[in-house]
């Protein structure tokens, strides 16, 4: 079966409508988990907040923030989430990330694409969402990412320096903060060590926590495989980021695994790869989620970059890896953003289908 040309303005339409879009990769749904099982996770559900927030250590403000948050847009009380995250301004530069559609140079457009698109949150900087907070921050759940990678000091280094504080979430009315730590860059330990403690005076201040997981080391990246995305390095950068309270994790799906082995350093353990995991994109993904606290923290995979046609594609596929493998969500930017807003409402909304189509099913 071929690739789907896909008809934005048609939209995509129950589980024939999706089943067409991921084309050949509609085999995903048939997959079953023989990894870690599904029934010792603790799975999105309209009650999560109460089986797994409540009973732990968080403000009840927190609570109050993320049911908030998890009751909010077109996937209110289902336990899901789908959060537009533009913060890319910053990274990629404002040209690399707007030049494609100059209308998201104006922060209003940004949070009218996550309204429309019927997100459950947006999440962005402190410039974005202050510029419009007085409009909007009472329609829609904010979340402030407070550091960024910036790339314009030459020649370019990988660190997150931090852009805000946590006061002036609070003070703007955002319900949750977000950060990125670079694991296993030279920075590592002060971005652990800063974002640990901004993390905890935000549940202080009764806001949720989102952690970006992301890898960053030049020797993860071999002539064999680039194992920034491998399962088991991910995994426990998810570990890392729970560890520190995160209430949900934002990580790659992963794409490869046996990073530990290849790289040979650090320790795993061969029931990792024997049991724990297989090469497929569901039961690496069900690795990831297994080190958020077997889902205590939510998985939220990224949605990537933008590769044009098959954007919607890759998005809906994404999501049905993430659902099946007993993840939270998906946060996805560049592809709704960088095309006209209606054609990014339809790809917002093709992703949250995968979430409220009850026949997509946990593997």
């Given at each position: 079966m071929g690739s789907a040309t896909i008809d934005y303005k048609a939209g995509v339409s129950g589980l024939d409508g999706l089943l067409s879009v991921l084309s050949d990769d509609a085999a995903l749904l048939e997959h079953t988990c023989s990894t870690i099982p599904a029934d010792s996770l603790h799975l999105p559900g309209p009650d999560f907040v109460d089986r797994c927030v409540a009973p732990s250590d968080r403000p009840i403000r927190v609570q109050t923030a993320l049911q908030s948050l998890f009751g909010s847009g077109r996937l209110a009380d289902t336990g899901y989430v789908s959060i537009l995250p533009v913060d890319q301004g910053i990274e990629h530069s404002g040209g690399a990330s707007f030049a494609p559609n100059p209308a998201y140079f104006d922060p209003e457009n940004i949070v009218k694409l996550a309204i429309d698109g019927g997100c459950n949150a947006v999440a962005s900087t402190l410039g974005v969402l202050g510029?419009?907070?007085?409009?909007?921050?009472?329609?829609?759940?904010?979340?402030?990412?407070?550091?960024?990678n910036e790339f314009i000091s030459y020649p370019n280094s990988f660190d997150q320096i931090r852009f805000a504080?946590?006061?002036?979430?609070?003070?703007?009315?955002?319900?949750?903060?977000?950060?990125?730590?670079?694991?296993?860059?030279?920075?590592?330990?002060?971005?652990?060590?800063?974002?640990?403690?901004?993390?905890?005076?935000?549940?202080?201040?009764?806001?949720?926590?989102?952690?970006?997981?992301?890898?960053?080391?030049?020797d993860f990246k071999t002539a064999e495989a680039d194992y920034h995305t491998a399962a088991d390095l991910t995994g426990q950068a998810n570990h890392l980021g729970v560890t520190i309270e995160a209430d949900i994790i934002k990580q790659k799906l992963p794409e490869t695994n046996g990073g530990y082995t290849a790289l040979k350093f650090g320790k795993t353990h061969k029931g990792v790869y024997e049991q724990l995991t297989t090469d497929h994109p569901i039961d690496l993904t069900r690795y990831q989620v297994a080190n958020c606290y077997m889902g205590r923290a939510g998985l939220i995979n990224s949605g990537g970059a933008s590769s044009g046609e098959s954007d919607l594609k890759e998005a809906v596929k994404t999501a049905v890896i993430n659902k099946r493998a007993g993840g939270t969500g998906l946060i996805s930017g560049r592809k709704a953003f960088q095309r006209p807003m209606s054609e990014g409402v339809t790809l917002l909304n093709a992703i949250q289908d995968v979430y409220l189509t009850k026949e997509i099913t946990i593997a």
């Open positions: 510029a419009v907070s007085r409009r909007y921050a009472h329609k829609i759940p904010f979340i402030l990412k407070f550091n960024h504080t946590i006061e002036q979430a609070f003070d703007m009315g955002a319900m949750g903060v977000g950060a990125t730590i670079y694991f296993g860059s030279d920075e590592s330990r002060r971005q652990l060590i800063e974002v640990s403690e901004m993390f905890q005076q935000a549940h202080e201040l009764g806001m949720f926590t989102v952690l970006w997981c992301y890898l960053r080391n030049s």
